[in-house]
């Protein structure tokens, strides 16, 4: 018989576990600085306008029904997801050296890169991946899930609370040749700090040097500074280089989709003359993989952004709609560093408008955060990170002050 009794507990998942708190939380003052969800200066959650009119648009449309939808899901949403995070131009789409596949938004895309590298990637010898330290917390989990051991590069300076370059640098450079190297593209979760351009040069340099294989994870293109192509640097840069790598897309963030679990893995690879066939290849086993864990992905996600991907007007108020989620971040993150230097806070705070996206690394430690809970009714993670778009001109003032208390 299974042994079913014989199950330990499992520990909640702390990010799921701290909104379920500030839920029952009845105190007016409450601030909700936790899950990475944009919220407006109302602290409601904001369906993008762009989306609304695509919603309208679908639901009119007398065609649509529920059909399954391909194994790799909707071809014209792959498709213009690829010239998203590829650029229009990329030489990896014309000399059809991409495979694209929708997935279960940026978790599934994930997932599935991870799971074909388990089962594909340098067989037979030792593989190892490599995660930012810190990282999205699940990305353990995934790895983990799939049996493909990992480790940790440096990459937060408490010192400096910006990126430890040299400690990054050297922990790839040392990693056994043809490891897997997880990069968050843009926006970096859960710091906020971002290689510039040049280190970014460098950090390639140190792959290509190491045969390393590169991994992106790109949650927030176009949420982060409001400039897909800015976001998209990086990657970009990667595939103009010649690099064989993955792409793990989501739609939750930079299209408010985030339940329609809106998502593409993409696998690029390098100029060759077999790079269309190699690529053909991969698809095969890459459809083979899908089919055995979800058959095919949820439509309704993908309908809508691929109305707004594909239609140039649309796409134009998407780039507004982004403009606007990523202003308004950048003002709180403004807001709140000069609301602590007028407090004359101990401390620097210019690391609050230096880094980027939807979270900042305070550096309080976890006995400040849990102080903070306590006092003030103000929800943020254990090691310190704020999701910026809990902020909002109500609230800002009162953040800075329950900081203020707490680091005196
Ligand atoms: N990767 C990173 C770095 C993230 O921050 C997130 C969301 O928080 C994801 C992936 C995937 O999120 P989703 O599965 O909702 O697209």
């Known amino acids: 018989a299974f042994g079913a009794a014989a199950v330990p507990q499992a520990p909640e998942d702390p990010l799921f576990g701290l909104m379920a708190a500030y839920r029952r939380d009845t105190d007016a003052r409450k601030v909700d600085l936790g899950i990475g969800a944009y919220r407006d200066n109302n602290a409601k959650p904001w369906i993008l306008p762009v989306v609304k009119r695509a919603d309208d648009i679908l639901r009119n449309d007398p065609d649509l029904n529920h059909e399954y939808l391909p194994i790799a899901g909707l071809a014209e949403f792959t498709t213009a997801s690829q010239k998203l995070v590829l650029g229009g131009n990329s030489p990896a ?27 594909f990637y340098n067989k037979g010898s030792d593989r190892l991946a490599y995660f930012s330290d810190p990282t999205w917390a699940n990305h353990f989990q995934i790895f983990s899930n799939v049996g493909l051991p990992y480790k940790t590069y440096p990459y937060f300076s408490h010192k400096t609370k910006g990126l430890d370059f040299d400690g990054m640098v050297s922990t790839i450079q040392d990693a056994p040749e043809g490891s897997i190297i997880l990069l968050h593209a843009c926006a970096h979760n859960p710091t906020g700090v971002d290689p510039t351009q040049d280190q970014w040069k460098k950090i390639a340099e140190v792959i290509r040097a190491k045969k390393h294989f590169p991994f992106f994870d790109t949650a927030y293109q176009g949420f982060a500074s409001g400039d897909l192509a800015r976001d998209g640097w990086a990657i970009r ?109 101990p401390g620097t705070w210019n690391h609050i408008t230096d880094q980027i996206g939807m979270f900042s690394f305070t550096g309080l430690t976890e006995q400040q955060v849990l102080k903070i809970r306590e006092d003030a009714h103000v929800y943020m993670t254990k090691n310190g990170r704020i999701s910026m778009a809990g902020l909002n001109t109500n609230n800002v003032e009162y953040f800075a002050k329950a900081v203020d208390k707490v680091v005196r």
């Open 93 to 119: 789409i014309q000399e059809k050296r991409v495979t694209s596949l929708q997935t279960i938004s940026g978790t599934g895309a994930v997932h599935l890169g991870a799971l074909f590298l388990a089962k």
């Open 237 to 345: 840069y990667f595939i103009e280089q010649g690099f064989e790598l993955c792409i793990a897309q989501s739609y939750a963030k930079n299209f408010g989709l985030y339940g329609e679990r809106a998502g593409c893995f993409h696998f690029v690879t390098s100029p060759s003359s077999d790079a269309e066939s190699t690529v053909k290849r991969v698809a095969s086993q890459l459809a083979i993989l899908q089919r055995s864990e979800i058959s095919n992905p949820p439509a309704y996600g993908a309908r809508i952004a691929s109305t707004v991907l594909n239609d140039p007007k649309l796409f134009a108020e998407w780039e507004a709609n982004l403009r606007e989620m990523s202003g308004r971040i950048k003002e709180m993150r403004t807001a709140l560093r000069s609301k602590l230097e007028e407090l004359g806070t």
